[in-house]
Structure formats: C-alpha cells, structure tokens
C-alpha cells in the first residue's frame, strides 16, 4: 500500500476506533472516555499495520501480543479487537453491564484477543516483561507490545520492570508512555511531575523516542524502527491530547471517567467525523 | 489413606530448602515447563544448584518482588510453570496486590514459595516474621494454600503442585524441621493426615506446631487424657470432613498454628465447626502480636506455641467443657 493511501486507511480505522468505543461507553452512561480516545491511533497503527495476529486462531503461539497496562482504556483496546475481526462490534454494547465479557479494565479470563489482566496500574509493566522474555525463552521472532499511561509511571514497579527489561536485553518489548499529561486530579506536572522523561528512560537503557501520538505514519515509522533496535527495549513516548476528537473532553482531566449522554454521543460522533 | 510416623519427633539433618531444590530439580528434568524465579535470595533457599542444573530456567530478578510475581504471571501466560520463591513476609505483604491481579485474579498457575515461616524467621527478628501470610493467601480466591509438614511430605507434594493448574502459596520452613512422616505416608491435597487416634481432645495443627502436637498428645497421655492429633497441611481448600469427624469424636478441639490466631487454621476451623458441628475450642497461635528476634525455641515458649502451650490449652479447655 503506498504510504499516503496506508496513512488514510490507518487514520479512517482510528476514527473507526473512536466511533465504536464512544458508542460502547454511551451504551452504559459513563466509562473511561479520554484515556481511552488518547490511544486510538497508537492501536489503528498497531492492530492494522504492525502486529502478527490472526484472529481465526488467537492463540497463535507466535503471535505479536499486548498488554494494555493501562487497563481502563479497555474501551478502546476491545473497540481494536472488534474492527480487527475478534468479535462482533455488536458484542460492546454489553460493556460494564451485568454478565458482559468486557469489563472496563481489560480481563485475559472474559475477552478474546486479550493477552492479560490489567487494571491495577504498573503490573502490565511486569507482566509484559514476562511474556516477552517467554518469546526469547521460546526463540519466537514475536514481540510484546505495552501500553503505559504517564501518570501510571509514578507507579514504582513500572522501572523496576524496564530495569528488568534492560537487563535481560528485551529488544522484543516496545513500550509507549501515552502522555496526555492529564491524571484523574489534574495535570501530571503539578501532580507528581515525570521530569525528564527521555533523559530518565535513556538513563535506564532503553531505546526510546518522543512523537506525536495522532500521527499515524509517525507511529508507524516509528514502531518499525523500534522492531529493529537490537540488545534493548524500546518505549517511544505518544503525546497525545486526552480526549482526543471529541472538543467537549480534550485536555480535560475530569474526562478520565465521564457521563456520555445521547446528546453527546451525537456531538461526539460528529466532532470524530470532522477529524482531519 | 496410609499414615505412616516417627515414635520420636526429632530434628533430622536434611533441610527443606535442599529437599525444596532437589525436588524442584528433578521436576524440571522431565518437564521443560518449570521456572525458578527468585528475588535476590537464591542462597540464601539453597536453590544454586537448581541454577547450576538449568541456568536458562532460573531468574534471578534482583531485589523486586512486585516485579517478580508479574513475570512470573507473564511467563505463565506463556506456558511456563514459575515457583517463584521469597520470605514469605515479602510475598504476602509486599507483592499482594501482583499476586491478587497479575496472577490469582488472571487465571495463572504460578506457585508461590513464601520461607521463612513465623518464629522459623529467628534471628532475622520481628520484620521478617511471617504471622499473617496463611491469612492474607487464604482469602484469595482460587488460591490454594499449603504448609509442607517435613521434608518427606515436601518432596512427594512437590509434583502434586507442579501438576495442578492454578496458583498455590506453599509456606515453606528454610532450614532444618521435625522429620514426622515415615516412607509409604500417602499425601492428598486437601485431605488432613491423622497422626494419633484419641477420644479426648482432638488437636488440628500445621507447620511447626505439628511436631509439637504429638509431643503435647504424650504429655497428656500422662495425665490419663487421650489426643486426637490431625495435621492440616492444606489450609485451603481445608479438610471439612475431617475437622467435623475429629470435633465429633472428641467434643473439644484445640488448634495449633506458627501463625496469628486470626484468618488462617484456628480460623478456618472455627468457621467450619459453628457452621457444621459447634464444638468447644481453644486457638494457640500468636495473639495480636508483632514477631521478634530469637532463636527458634525461646521463640515458641515467648508466643506460646509449643507443647507445653498445646497442653495448656488442652487442659483449659477440657475444665471449661466439664
């Protein structure tokens, strides 16, 4: 596919992803709506042009896999997982409501295509680093790929896992830090600032690069780069806007887990649509 | 069921880290599944040898039990059998939230390995005194909870625990403790042993207090009372059966456990007792205390858990029942 036509595709499956998890969390009333639209494009790039998959067979031995460490972007993840062909796009009306198969924080027990239990922030961090090292064990060509949230990164366990990941050499582990900037209580600067994040991941042996998380062929050229970094982990910073395509939650902390009314599930579909 | 024990309860030579090693060494020679992860205390568990053995299948994480239980979980994910081992202090407080989530809650089948046990920490003193990891385990769901009596037990156990899918925390003495079990003793999970037949009292222990049972069922005997003594070494799932038999037989039930009173044995068997068969009972165990440094022995007649406690209680109970 020439670049220009995969970048549209890429970005029309990123829309498609916001359309799908809007709807899901409009489904039930509320959910985690701006971490969720955050990691669209990351996943439109992921589940569309990088990972070894086959949804016909999803326990595929040598499959890519992922761990969403940032368990309630749930929403989005499955949203992914539908699109890609996992389920019926039907099935995530049923989120958060009683008896589903999709609970707000990903669950490896309910949801096809999930590759593990998250939602207690910082143990994807460890639970990737497992897998990944299970793949070098196994001699897979595979690889894990993680999703962390920044203000996850205050969680202590998050850099005990890429001491971990560095030690053991885990070049098949690609990391994002999806940075919006916004935690539950406000900013993560006034919070507890992440200073210099690149200095502090560099400094901890990995490979890593800060771009824009809305720009699929950034993304995507950059995951490729990532695949081919020998002897280290990779974690490539997004920045990204909370919120993302729908005006009434960008660079909103309280959108972390909002009320979706039909009127603005009507506005938001209508703002994603006019997305660039 | 076939139980087969000593005469005399004595300290044999033969530690449980070695026999926990050797164990785990032969398992791992006939399937390629079995993981040893470890924190920082690989010799301190006499596990080098395992390392030695199967150097690709040992990681040594460095000092990160949060991290541990996670690749651990993650290594399950992908068919792996880890026994991840650290004091069982560490295990049971500072990992709870990775083995909760990452493990128990995500359906892995990782076993936990907790040493160190109650007064058996000694001279690493009150910080490192697990009296509360029996009770914090038992209350996660779907997790099975065992404490190896002896060595013996331990090395047929260990394979019994390698094939059950599912998370187990095994509470595991480190160093030397009473040889109880003679060649030919069948352990089931889930199934207590009866030591000593008696009509009196019955007495359910684990762990060290175990041992001390049996003392305490001859030093009763000596006084015309006559001990039913059970050893309990899976907390979870309990043997039901057996607590309601022994409680019927003998109408008063002593526990014995190296462990708070509360959540774990004395527990357990209370909550069975009052909802099958009430039964009049005394708890010895630690009574809402911290631990503290000392060796072994000061430290079971200072938390009275030995057999001149078990008597004691024994004998309480017996005058409050008349």
Redesign the interface.
Known sequence: MKSENKARFLRRKAKEIRILTLRAIASVGIGHIGGSLSIADLLAVLYFDIMNIDPSDPEKINRDKIVLSKGHAGPALYSALALRGYFDSSCLETLNKPGTKFPSHCDMRLTNGIDMTTGSLGQGASTACGLALAQKIDKLQSHTFLILGDGECQEGQVWEALMFAAHHKLDNLIAFIDYNGLQIDGPTDDICSLGDINAKLTSFGCFTKTINGHDVSEISVTVNEALTNRGKPSVIVIKTTKGKGVSLFENNASSHNAVVTSEILRQGLHDIEAMS | MSVNIYDKIKIKDNEMRFAFCESLIDLASRDERIMLLDCDLMSAMGTIPFKERFP?RV?D??I?E???????????????IPFAHTFGVFASRRAL??IF??CA???QNVKIVGSDPGICAALNGGTHMAFDDLGIMRNIPEMTVIEPTDTLMLRELMPVIAKKHGCVYMRLVRRKCESIYRKGTVFTLGKANVLRDGIDVGIIAMGYCVGQSLIAADLLKGKGISARVVDMFTLKPADREETIRTAKKTGVIITAENHQINNALGSTVAEILAEECPTPMVRVGVHDMFGEVGERDYLAERFELNADAIVKAALRALERNK
């Open positions: 690709e990681i994480c460095g990160q949060a991290n541990m239980f996670g690749i651990a979980a993650g290594l399950s994910a992908s068919g792996k939230d990775q989530m990452s809650y995500a359906g």
